[in-house]
Every structure is written in C-alpha cells, then in structure tokens.
C-alpha cells in the first residue's frame, strides 16, 4: 500500500461530538474500573489496526508516575492535512468529533476492531488532558486539548523525524471516574498478552513507572503459541498442534487446534481481535467442519463404519483459537459477542475442513490418538447422559421431592429468594435458625465437594453433594441449563474465613464455572463475607472486623481507650444464629462479592492451575499473582 491513500479524504464525518460526558456510559460501557481500562482499550485498538493493516510492529504502553497513560505505536501517523468536510486538521477532527476515524473507509483499513470511530474522541472527552504527538513525512507535530476536549493549541510542528508513528498521552477525569482513576498492571498485562497472541509477530511493551515494572509480549507462532500456554503444564493428547491459516471470500481465518485430557471443552473465537464470548456463525463453521472431518476420516477406517460422533463428543479437552479478521462485521446485539456473518461461517468451515483432513492423513499416530480420546469421551457422554436423566428425575424440576438436607424458603419469586450453600451441619443449623425464612433456603453440604476439574462428567453426577445442588438449584447442567427454571435469583456461598473455607469457595466456583457457567454469567453466584473477628467492649460496644486491617482500624479509632475483647472465628459454627444473621446474612447490613466473568481466558486459566492435576502450575500461578490479591474470595 502506499502512504499517500492515508490522507485527510479517507477519514469520513458521521456525526459531531456531543453528550459523551453526560452519558459516558453509552460509549464506554461504566465509569467504574471496567469503564476507565477501556478507556486504554480505545486508543489502543487504533495503535493495533495499524499493525492489521501492516504498517505497524510495534505499540508500547506507558503507565506514569501521575497515572497518565501514553500510548505509543510505529505506524503511519494520524494525518494532519486539512479534511475536507470539517476545515479544521484531521487530527483535531479525530479528537473532537464522534465517529470521524479512518475505519469507514476501506482504502484506510480492510479490517478494524474499533468499527464505530469513536475511541479517540471519547477518550478526549472525558479526560482531563489529552495530548497528540504525531511523526508523519519527516515532520513531529503536536496538539493539546483539556477539559473534556477543548482544544488547548492549535496544531504546531515541532521537529523533525525519520520515523513514522503516533504517541497520545492521557489522564482521565476524576468527575467522571468517580469510584477509580488508579489503572490495574494486571488488567493492561492480560489486554496486551492477549493482543499479541492474536497478532503474531506484534511486539506490545508494557512499562509501569509507579514501580518501575516492564514487560513485552510478542509471538512467533501467534495462536499457536496461545494453545501452548493454555495447554502448558497440562498431558497432551497429542504433540503436533494444528494450525492452519488461509484468506477465502476475503476473509482471513486462522485456527489452531490441540486436545488434552481433561474433559472441558475450551473454544474461544475472536474477529478482528474482538472476543466473541458467545461465539456466532464463525464457531458454527468451525465446529461443523471439525466434525465433518474427522467423520469423514474415521469412516474410511474397518472398526468405525456406521459409528458417527456428534459435537458433545469431539469437544472433551479440545483447545481450540479461532481467529478471523473480517472487514464488515457483524453481531447480534450491541455487545459484540456474537458474530452473525454467514460468509464467516462459509470460509472458516471450508477452511478447517479442508486443512483438518490434511492434518490427520500427514499425522496417523496423532490422528489415533485423537481419535481414541473422542471414543472415550463418547461412552463418557453416554454414561454422564444416563447420569443426567437421573439426577433430572430426582430434581426439583420434575417435580420430585427437593434434597432433605435443604430447608428450603416460603416465597417462589425468585427475585426475592435466596439459595446459601454452606459448609458443615453445624454452620447450616445456625444459618437455617438465624435466617429470613420467606425468602433464605438453606442447603448444608458436608466436607469439601467434588473438584470437578479432576474427574469425568460421570463421577460428577454421582456425587451426592452435586446432586444436591443441581436439584435445588432447579435450572439443569451445561448444554441443558434452562434459567427460566432457575429457583433462586441469588446462589450465595457462605463458607468459613479461613484457608479450609477458601477452598470449599473455589471447589465450589469450579463447578459453577464448568457446568453452570450461564448462572455466573447472569449475575447470579455471590459470595458470603463472614467475619474474622468480634471485638467486644461490653455495653454495646461490639463490631465485627472482616480482615487483619479492619481489626487494627476499629482497635485504633473506636477502641482505643476502651477494655475489650477479641474474638477470632474459626468457623460460621461458632457464631450463634443471631450473630450470623447479623454479619453474614442480613440484606441490610451483609456484604457479598458477586461473581463476574469478564475475560473467559483468564478465568479458564485460573481455575486450571488452582484446580488442575499440575501441582508445579499451581504453585507458579500462586507465587506469581500473590501480590495481586486484594481479597482472598475471587
């Protein structure tokens, strides 16, 4: 391409800048913590368009010492020319007009993540400076703006460069960010790790001057290298990873595939470096097509004629990354996560079909191997199914009788009714005692349940503990999870404060995690917070602290001239049933931890190496994100 088609008549107007900083959250989706990091995400996403259109290798990001963020790439330059439409530099347009950006124009860019052309206005608007430096046909010119996007300077040049490139510094605006305007090392680390998987060959930095932290990503072998990590410290199925990469209908696909032997399945799709969380017509084709073929090759073997696989039986330990870079997409919603272009699933399952076949027929002990691990899964699917059915006739669903160890609640709007799971009979007594019986069911569960990271889907049903939970919760497992049959709107966790509680939390996370994902994803599963300690002065003098710190604070400001005693929980069973209802589970005075998933690598991650059979992974995973933990529940 030459640089000369980037110019001012390739960035298109829509429409002006207006109400950003009265409705932020139509652009950037909260002005909470998730909001401010997309904020990064924004300019970022126009630094990675350049590198998708081949202008650019590398992007650095800069956390300051003032908590700036600058934003570095080696690309072609925002054009500074005077554009046609709006008289004023193109730069200035692309900071203060909504929906003016080089993304429309397909000359510009084939493929974009920030299809709507917002990112840099938006971020003007709601930060307290913004500043532009831009290297561009030898020259280095600069603009400011504040305030929410005044302009501050008029474009000015102020040297010379033999280099070509974009650096925007910016700090948001506290009026805007009120609940946070301190930026996560770890957020930006996973954004930018994930980024350049994605981008093989990308080169990202990140530098963090508050504490002197730096670190870069940058990958050969791209999604390849993904599966590596995702499949590191995991048994293989087999060796050799698949991968394969081809343009069809002008559509870029890439796939790369490796099984394990676990038994979750682990497809994650993006288009144009977008994660696409509920996949779409580009994971229909891929699936379609894998089955396709590898039927297709265990049909021309003797001991297979007539035997067909269905997806439920390919999908155990598959580590799939489907990437796609599509210059018109389009999705359901306004989310983003799911892809609806049928010419997606055209070209990706024509692609992996064609390139999957090739790989069994080049790989005969690997294709054996895989295809065993499928034959396995498939009697594991039919005895889980059996499984299933039986647990569904014990259910509440059937309307059979609900487990005996819940005490269940009086009212059946689920909006009101809460489940408590909790640790130990002594625990559930209490809780069942102290709790508001119309809308609180109490469901006690003995020892630590099942880690389902570790087992097959039939030993999972046969568990009692489980069996317990999936009929009181009422809504089904996996793929025949109904939430409109869902019992309770909140399903809360109420363990002990210790390590032995902490456990049972995330025993007990995993299984949502892996058979009841849809109820994390629809803001149902939260977590108790009982206290640590009682501190107790007499006369009504007594506070409960919920940690170490909130035990010095209350010794230092309430109780310091007072005689008192402290008291340390050793479990929910030793607080009487007026005491747990006070601190645990009163709506009014409680404190919970809902659970979110927002980055679905990440967490499948997580739950890996804390609950996977690699002791080595986990003690790693635990030494090097200990200094991240803020709160021992997830």
Known sequence: MENNKYGASQIQVLEGLEAVRKRPGMYIGNTNKVGLHHMIWEILDNSVDEALAGFCDEISIFITDENEIIIKDNGRGIPVDIHPKTKKTTLETIFTVLHAGGKFDESTYKVSGGLHGVGASVVNALSLYVEAMISRDGKIYQQ??????????????IGISDSNGSIIRFKPDPEIFKETTEFDFKIIQNKIRQLAFLNKKLKLNLYDQRNDKFLTYVFEDGIKDYIKEINSGKEKVHDEIFYVSNNLNDIEVEISIQYNETYDENVFS???NIFTSEGGSHEEGFKTALLKSINSYTNDLKNFKGNKFTWDDLKEGIVSVISIKHRDPLYE?????????LDAKESVAEILNEGFKEFLLKNPNDAKKIIE???????????AQRAREDTRRKSAIDNFSLPGKLADCESKNIDECELYLVEGDSAGGSAKTGRNRKT????????????????????????????????????????????????????????????????????????FYRYMKDLILNGNVYIAQPPLYKIDAGKNNVDYAYNDLELEQLKESKYNELKYTIQRYKGLGEMDPIQLWETTMDPERRTMIQIKVEDAFLANEVFSSLMGENVDLRKQFITENAQFVENIDI
């Open 144 to 157: 400011k703006f504040y305030d929410g996007g005044t302009k501050a300077t008029e474009i000015k040049e």
């Open 373 to 383: 691990k499928i034959l396995i899964s498939q009697k594991a699917r039919k005895a």
């Open 333 to 341: 919603g306004q989310t983003k996560a799911k892809l609806s272009n």
């Open 440 to 511: 609180q069911a109490i469901l006690s569960l003995r020892g630590k349940v099942l880690n389902v990271e570790k087992v097959k889907q039939s030993k999972v049903f046969d568990n009692n503990e489980i069996q317990s939970i999936i009929a009181a919760v009422g809504v089904g497992v996996k793929n025949d999870i109904n939430l409109k049959k869902l019992r309770y709107g909140k399903i809360i966790i109420m363990t002990d404060a210790d390590v032995d509680g902490a456990h049972i939390r995330v025993l007990l996370l995993t299984f």
């Open 270 to 272: 993006f288009c144009n």
